[in-house]
């Protein structure tokens, strides 16, 4: 039998083939696995089920690469564990938490389906046994970066790979964070809401592979924070309650916007797809505001991003750039590799970086780009220092991902987080 790096042992014959036991207790189990953001361009907001998070309306999405933004969980069952327990960036959590509750509920319940039909893992960890979950997102859950939607997609896939369930799992997702489940492919990916009352057929596809449209960039402008924006859960109750504009939206015109926006991608016309993105956050920000007291996500810097955009586009007399905008100020841009140089530019011009220069744009690499007067003079934006903290560049990526290397579980072979290493 192959043995992997650092003395673990692979569970022979096991339906979860990435399962490691550690090396000092043969009775814990831990998997380790890393999940994506996704960004919508056709947007969920507001659902039919509170309980079972089911969706007034479907949704499409681009999954974020990982190199630049991704979750990292490990799910380690023992025997001798007492109770579930869970850390996330290093810190005890709740293991009570409803939304928590209701992944692990959903997992053991397919878990024991598996096993009851005869075609599950002969051999341990067995549904009974308690789990310890750590998780850790590689960037600041505090900007606003959709971590949850990362996050339960992360723990449904750890948790499944843990427990030996396959096949999709839209349905232990989706009840941690909706777009969550958005989150459990990579490329382009869309929820469809289904129709049946207890959501069986609400689940999550895959347009288009990761590798369909390369020249795909995505920009993540964080804009520095003015409050703290009402959370999603809370802001669809009251949107679903009040705005007659929401329940028009997902009724008479999401199901056109969807299919619309598939054939964008399908056939990569980048105009097209900016445009209905740019709609279609401008539609869900309508629908905040037609929200009884009205919600808003949006800042300043955030309307002057759109400006931005707007004017670059007219100065081109084309659609080179797209923004998106969730339940936050910060925008997300989409654009072709042959127009990212120029258009990073155009944001380190509008909103110099205050401090640390060198630091305002991380992940892929952008060569610095001229801009011409007749550009900077079309825009006509008054520099506003420090109004984007910083600028991510990333583009489309994959799904999640298992970790075959025991050194990067996140807990120790006792089950508990292991110590960081000194800075
Ligand atoms: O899954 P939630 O509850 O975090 O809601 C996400 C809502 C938006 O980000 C605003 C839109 C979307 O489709 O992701």
């Not at 347009?207 to 020249?215: D, L």
């Not at 042959?338 to 990073?344: G, L, S």
Request: with cysteine; aromatic share 6%.
């Amino acid at each position: 039998m192959e043995r992997p790096p650092g003395g673990s042992r692979r569970i022979r014959g096991g339906a979860a083939p990435d399962c490691w036991t550690m090396p000092s207790d043969e009775s814990l189990v831990a998997v380790t696995c890393t999940a994506p953001v996704n960004i919508a361009v056709i947007k969920y907001w507001g659902k039919r089920d509170e309980q079972l998070i089911l969706p007034l309306n479907s949704s499409l999405s681009i999954t974020v690469h990982q190199d630049q933004l991704r979750t990292t969980t490990t799910a380690a069952i023992s025997k001798d564990f007492t109770e579930d327990r869970v850390w996330l960036n290093g810190r005890e959590e709740d293991v009570r938490q409803p939304r928590l509750q209701a992944c692990l509920r959903e997992i053991r319940r397919l878990a024991r389906k598996r096993r009851s039909t005869g075609d599950g893992d002969p051999l341990p960890p067995s549904v009974s046994d308690r789990v310890h979950v750590a998780s850790v997102n590689n960037f600041p859950t505090a900007a606003g970066l959709a971590s949850s939607a990362a996050g339960f997609a992360c723990l449904a896939y750890t948790l499944a790979r843990a427990y030996g369930v396959e096949g999709d799992l839209s349905e232990v997702a989706r009840r941690g964070s909706g777009s969550a489940c958005r989150s459990l492919y990579g490329g382009f990916v869309e929820w469809q809401m289904g129709q049946q009352a207890d959501g069986k057929d609400s689940v999550a596809r895959q347009v288009a592979p990761e590798s369909h449209w390369p020249q795909l960039r995505v920009l993540i402008l964080v804009v520095s924070a003015e409050q703290k924006p009402m959370g999603s859960t809370a802001g669809m109750q009251t949107s679903v309650q009040t705005s007659a504009l929401l329940k028009f939206r997902a009724e008479a015109l999401v199901p056109a916007r969807m299919v619309e926006m598939a054939r964008c991608i399908q056939e990569r016309d980048f105009p097209g797809f900016a445009e209905l993105t740019m709609k279609d956050s401008n539609q869900f920000h309508a629908t905040c505001l037609d929200t009884f007291p009205p919600i808003s996500y949006l800042s300043d810097t955030s309307r002057r991003v759109m400006q931005l955009v707007h004017r670059f586009n007219a100065h081109y007399g084309q659609t080179k750039v797209a923004y998106t905008f969730d339940a936050g100020p910060n925008a997300v841009l989409f654009t072709l590799d042959d127009t990212m140089a120029e258009f990073v530019a155009v944001v380190r011009h509008t909103f110099p970086p205050e401090a640390d220069g060198d630091k305002f744009l991380k992940g892929l690499p952008v060569t610095p780009a001229p801009i011409s007067d007749e550009l900077k003079a079309t825009l006509a934006m008054e520099p506003v220092p420090g109004g984007v903290q910083y600028v991510i560049a990333t583009q489309v990526g994959p799904g999640p991902q298992v970790l075959d290397d025991p050194d990067a579980h996140l807990l120790g072979p006792d089950g508990l987080p292991k110590p960081k290493p000194a800075a």
